[in-house]
């Protein structure tokens, strides 16, 4: 079955450690996406790729980082510098054209306390 | 510059009536035009796409939505909810011309309670 895998679903951290968001994908798409989601906000983007070893910033990037360096996956590191990183995380692929349909994992849940 | 407006935050109706969620666009191209439906926990799924075709958009479990350029209006309907149907409901606008799909605009998301 083809789909995107996000691990792990429940992520609980200290405050001021940097974490790792795995997002893996099986359906040769050329573009993956990391998306953010606060309660009555929608979903905010954070960095996205539509080639391998290449990336740009989203609307929310500080704090975040990301690689490319396989077309089938795009983890997502939450930094320190983070203020805010208690959220839920998605991870979204496409074919890459304008009208090409997002295809989401779903998602991780991250705590920091 | 895109933007995408869902009028209501909450919607609540009845096991077997109709369900409207209003979704309101602006957008400087002809655009494309989305809705997801999200579950508890889970990740969106594509319920239906509007890219210049027929205005009126079939979509997955009986879903429908018309595409009115004048209104600048993308509603989706259903003509009898079921119960499975409780979730919220994104609608998002992506410009035919604007290159990157960085240009997704989502909607802050309807939810849906739908009463036995």
């Known amino acids: 079955d083809g789909g995107i895998t996000q691990s792990p679903k429940y992520l609980f951290r200290k405050e001021g450690q940097n974490v790792t968001l795995s997002c893996e994908q099986n359906?040769?798409?050329?573009?993956m996406y990391w998306y953010r989601q606060d309660p009555g906000q929608g979903l905010r983007l954070i960095y996205y790729?539509?080639?391998?070893?290449?990336?740009q910033k989203g609307d929310i990037a500080e704090g975040y980082s990301v690689s490319r360096e396989k077309k089938e996956s795009f983890p997502l590191t939450v930094t320190s510098a983070q203020k805010n990183p208690t959220a839920f995380y998605l991870c979204?692929?496409?074919?890459?054209?304008?009208?090409?349909?997002?295809?989401f994992g779903n998602g991780t849940r991250l705590t920091v306390t | 510059a895109q933007s995408v407006t869902q009028l209501d935050s909450h919607v609540s109706v009845s096991e077997g009536t109709p369900v409207l969620l209003r979704c309101n666009y602006s957008?400087?191209?002809?655009?494309?035009l989305f809705w997801y439906v999200q579950h508890p926990n889970k990740g969106l799924q594509l319920l239906l796409k509007?890219?210049?075709?027929?205005?009126l958009v079939k979509g997955i479990n009986g879903f429908e939505a018309e595409f009115k350029k004048s209104e600048t209006s993308f509603h989706l309907t259903k003509p009898s909810a079921h119960m499975s149907d409780a979730a919220e409901y994104f609608c998002?606008?992506?410009?035919?011309?604007?290159?990157?799909?960085?240009?997704?605009?989502f909607g802050k998301g309807t939810k849906l309670s739908v009463k036995p």
């Open positions: 359906l040769n798409h050329d573009a």
């Open positions: 790729s539509q080639i391998v070893n290449d990336f």
């Open positions: 998002v606008v992506s410009d035919r011309y604007g290159g990157s799909q960085g240009n997704l605009i």
């Open positions: 957008s400087s191209y002809s655009p494309s």
């Open positions: 509007y890219t210049s075709a027929a205005t």
């Open positions: 979204a692929s496409s074919m890459g054209r304008v009208n090409s349909p997002l295809h």
